[in-house]
C-alpha cells in the first residue's frame, strides 16, 4: 500500500520559512514527485516538481522562494519554504507520478499516480 505522509505545516508570520517533509512508501518506482497546493476558494495550483534524474520545475509565484529536493535514501521529500507570503497560504499536498516524468508542472492529484492527505501553512501578514 502506498503512503505519503507530508509533515510541517504551520502558521507562520509574512517573511518567514516553513520546511515541509513526506515520508513516502509502498510504491515500486517513481519517475517524478512533486508538491500541489490548494487555498480557500481556490483551484489546486502545482507548486514544484523534482525528477529522477534531479531536473525540477517551480510555480514562476515561488521561484526563487521555494526550494523542492528528495533524499532517496529515506524516501523522502522536501520543500523549503523561505520568504513565505499571506498568498502561500494553503493545504499543501505532496505526490508521486509513477508512470512518467514531469516535464511540465502538474496542477492538481489527477496528474499524479500517490498523493498525500496535505499539510496545512497560513502565513499571516
Known amino acids: 500500500q502506498v503512503r505519503l505522509v507530508e509533515s510541517g505545516g504551520g502558521s507562520v508570520q509574512a517573511g518567514g520559512s516553513l520546511r515541509l517533509s513526506c515520508a513516502a512508501s509502498g510504491y515500486t518506482y517513481r519517475y517524478c514527485m512533486g508538491w500541489f497546493r490548494q487555498a480557500p476558494g481556490k483551484e489546486h495550483e502545482g507548486v514544484a516538481t523534482i525528477n529522477n534524474d534531479g531536473s525540477t520545475n517551480y510555480a514562476d509565484s515561488v521561484k526563487g522562494r521555494f526550494t523542492i529536493s528528495q533524499d532517496n535514501a529515506k524516501n523522502t521529500l522536501y520543500l523549503q519554504m523561505n520568504s513565505l507570503k499571506p498568498d502561500d497560504t494553503a493545504m499543501y499536498y505532496c505526490?508521486?507520478?509513477?508512470?512518467?516524468?514531469?516535464?511540465?508542472?502538474?496542477?492538481?492529484?489527477?496528474?499524479?499516480?500517490?498523493w498525500g492527505s496535505g499539510t496545512q501553512v497560513t502565513v499571516s501578514s
Open positions: 505526490a508521486i507520478r509513477s508512470g512518467a516524468y514531469c516535464y511540465t508542472l502538474p496542477r492538481n492529484q489527477y496528474e499524479y499516480t500517490y
